[in-house]
């Protein structure tokens, strides 16, 4: 079964600042697909990149980019210039046959 | 354009009580999923549908079934309630099944 791990519980970032967001998978497949999610405090679950494997390219939305390393099955989240808006639960989350999320990390933004 | 909205926001049962969940997606999504999300533990998948008519399960479907009667509908159904149904339950809907999914706001359930 494919399983999705992300291993830092809680992140912290100064305003401004660049974190990035670790999360590697495991799977048999070779075409899948690879979401983050951001979950604020609202609860509701937002789209913030999305990336299919067979493209080598890093996905980038504005801030938001990914390292995306297939052979390592890793695909960490950077977010640059962060904002008091980026703080939330951040799920990675992979897709083949159905979707499997990862527990999520709290981000932590400090003015 | 309401997006994907999910009834009722928040709901208390007791024990061996039977609810129903219903989503509705306005973005004429052939897909829709239920999951439930728990501390600590992601979103997990329980049944989803590819299209009007259609059903299957998921990850962890015990406990609960579903219906699809209608294209824009999904209905997620508890017979007899458990404490261990206590969750947050998301449905979201796509246009595909490898498409970006998208979320309702969550419906809070307490199981007493």
């Known amino acids: 079964a494919q399983t999705v791990t992300q291993s830092q519980p809680e992140m912290s970032v100064q305003e401004a600042e660049t974190v990035t967001l670790s999360c590697t998978y495991d799977?048999?497949?070779?075409?899948?697909?690879l979401f983050w999610y951001k979950q604020p405090p609202s609860r509701q679950m937002i789209l913030v990149i999305r990336q299919e494997a067979y493209k080598q390219q890093n996905a980038t939305e504005n801030r938001f980019s990914v390292n995306f390393q297939k052979a390592a099955k890793s695909f960490s989240l950077k977010i640059s210039d962060s904002q008091l808006g980026d703080a939330a639960m951040y799920f990675c989350a992979y897709i083949y046959d159905d979707m499997r999320f990862g527990a999520g990390t709290r981000l932590t933004v400090k003015p | 354009n309401a997006g994907v909205t999910q009834t009722p926001k928040f709901r208390v049962l007791k024990t061996g009580q039977s609810m129903t969940l219903l989503c509705a997606q306005d973005?004429?999504?052939?897909?829709m999923y239920w999951y439930r999300q728990d501390p600590g533990m992601g979103l997990r998948l329980i049944h989803y549908s590819v299209g009007e008519g259609t059903t299957a399960k998921g990850e962890v479907p015990d406990g609960y079934n579903v219906s699809r009667l209608k294209k824009q509908n999904f209905l997620l159904g508890l017979e007899s309630a458990a404490p261990s149904q206590t969750s947050v339950y998301f449905c979201a809907s796509s246009s595909g099944g490898h498409e970006t999914q998208y979320f309702g706001p969550g419906t809070r359930l307490l199981v007493l």
């Open positions: 799977t048999s497949e070779s075409d899948y697909y």
């Open positions: 973005m004429n999504h052939e897909y």
